[in-house]
Each structure stands twice: as C-alpha cells, then as structure tokens.
C-alpha cells in the first residue's frame, strides 16, 4: 500500500478541518450523531453510501475518521458495523454518543394512509416500528433503503412517479418532511418510547483516549476452541477481575460453519490494571483477541463502580507481594 497523507496535513500553511465520513445522505441518525461530536464548523462532513465505505475510507487514510451505528435498543448491535470493525486493517472506537430515536411517517401531497401499500426505511429503521406498522398499517409491505433520509429523498423526487420509486411512503427522521417538502402523516413514530441508537467515532490506532472512570474498552474474542465450558473461561476472566459487560453479542466465523466469535463491551480501560490484566487473559487463552478501542462511554452513564480487590492499588500492592516472594529463589 502506498504512502497516504493524512486529511489534516497542513495545506499552504493551514490546517486542514479534520474530515469524517457517515452514513449519509444530509439528515440521517448518524449525521445527527455527528453534529452532537463536532460541529460543521470544526469539520468536513462527507456523508458514504454505507457503513463498509465509511470505514474503508478511514483505514485508506482519505477521511480522519467516520462516525457509524453500532447498537440500538431494539435490534441490538448494527451487525454491519461490528463485523467491518473486526476484519481488515486495525481501527479503533475513540468515543460515543446514544441519541434518542423517532421517525415521521412521510408521503407526497394527495397520498393518504389508506393510499400505502409500501413503505421504504432502513432495516433498522423498520424494527424500530415493526409493531406501530402491523398496528397501523398491517398490509404494508417493507422496501430496503440503504438509509432512512435516503428513502425520503427519493420520495420527494417529484420527477418520478410513484410506481418508479417503488413506494408510497417513508420513515425518516424527524424534520425530513419540512426540509424535503414531503407530506408528515405521523411524527413520533416507534414502538419504544425509549428507543435510541449508539453511535461511535472510528479511527486510526493512534493515540488512545485517556481514562476517565467511566470508560468502555471494546473486544472481539474469539474461543480457544468448540468444547463444552469455553465460553465460561472466556467470561471467567472478566468475572475475576471485576469488569462488567454491558454488552456480548455472538457473530459467526465465516469459514467455520456452527462456530462464533463475540463482540464484547467492558466497562473499563486498558490503563485499567484489571483491564489489563484481563486483556492477557484472553491473550493467552483464545484463538484470536482485536482490541477495537478504550474511550469514554456516553455522557451520563456516570463513574464505573469498581470492586473491592480490584483497584490499581490492589494489583500493584499484589504484584509487588509476588515479587518479594520470587526475590527468594536462588
């Protein structure tokens, strides 16, 4: 691979905005999610055609970073994200945001409830309303959109008729309407009233965030081996040290048919002791380990409680023991 230069390298004596990609178009989730990170002030906005781009672009050196769905309240973890994070070049999770999730129901003038037959989102954007729409329109058909505003922008193209876009209506997120001129038939749409999706800040291995108390460090752990027990002594080593995970999720080994590795979230840092201490745990006992980032967790999920015999006092008070105890031998 060639040399890249990095997107903020300084230009005729300036530096450059820090660039990210997203899942685009303008007005989706992520672009909301990235608003809340950084101003369009402070950067360059370029919004991807999907996940896997965006990343790519990250490992290629032609943004700085992207900003990507990782889990929602409904469906779990965004399987696309979790699965570009762990194969290809190494990147890293630098900080999060969770956003609270709605959508509008969106349709052209003249087109009323009883007028939809198919209705275009995101996947996930869908799971979100699955039962809201069994309720309120029950024969609905659902039409892949590789985004919510993308399925409304193609809607609001008054150049096509409706049987070539393919749908009578979209879910958007909220605002949509106004900007794109599309009739709001329903606004607050979702099953959950506490529906939100996470959103992460994906970048280089560089620099890592520095500790802050209430920190996650994210995995993909794969087991030393298909037996009975192995997935408990993967656990076991997180259990012992004190780390809780907010999240394990299984995703299947391409060419292992009936086998698993799993996406992990522990609430801790790898400047942690018992992170650490963890971390070569699994280093010497699974198959595989990608450390995919420490950083702080969302604002207000408030400082991580640590256990007694856990602090970085405890290892280093029990690593020094250790140490005068070898200091005997011959």
């Known amino acids: ?16 905005k820090p660039r990210y990609a997203y899942l685009g178009p303008e007005g989706t989730f992520t672009e909301q999610a990235l ?31 992207a900003v990507v769905a990782i889990e929602n309240t ?31 129901l969106l349709a052209r003038d003249g087109t009323g409830m ?10 996930h954007g869908w799971a979100q309303c699955r039962r809201w ?24 193209d008054t150049s096509l008729e409706l049987t070539q876009v393919g749908y009578e209506a979209a879910l958007a997120p909220p605002g949509t309407g106004a900007r794109l001129g599309l009739r709001v038939l329903r606004d607050g ?47 076991e080593q997180f259990a012992a040290r004190g780390i809780n995970l907010s999240r394990i999720e299984s995703r299947p080994i391409g060419d292992r048919p009936g086998e698993y590795s799993f996406s992990i979230d522990a609430l801790a840092h790898i400047a942690e002791e018992r992170m650490a201490e963890a971390l070569i745990g699994l280093k010497r006992t699974c198959r595989l380990v990608i450390f995919l980032g420490s950083y702080p967790a969302a604002v207000g999920t408030g400082q991580t409680p640590v256990e007694k015999g856990t602090t970085d006092g405890d290892f280093e008070r029990a690593r020094t023991w250790v140490e005068s105890l070898r200091g005997q031998l011959p």
Request: charged share 15%.
């Open 35 to 65: 608003r809340v990170m950084v101003s369009p002030d402070e950067a360059e906005y370029l919004p991807q055609v999907d996940v896997l781009t965006a990343l790519g672009m990250v490992r290629g050196g032609a943004v700085d970073y």
């Open 74 to 104: 409904v469906e779990g973890g965004v399987t696309a994200t979790l699965d570009a994070l762990a194969e290809g070049a190494p990147l890293v999770i630098l900080g999060e945001v969770v956003l609270p999730v709605s959508f509008e």
């Open 1 to 16: 691979m060639g040399t890249t230069v990095p997107a903020t390298a300084q230009t005729g004596g300036s530096v450059a």
């Open 189 to 235: 749409v979702r099953d959950n009233p506490h529906a939100a999706t996470r959103f992460v800040k994906v970048g280089q291995p560089t620099a890592l965030p520095a500790r802050t108390g209430a920190d996650k460090t994210t995995l993909m752990v794969q087991l030393p081996e298909d037996r009975a027990g192995s997935l408990l002594e993967m656990l």
């Open 133 to 156: 729409l069994n309720e309120s329109l029950p024969s609905a058909v659902y039409v892949p959109s590789s985004s919510n505003t993308a399925a409304a922008e193609l809607l609001a």
């Open 114 to 123: 009883g007028d939809i037959h198919r209705i275009s989102c995101h996947s």
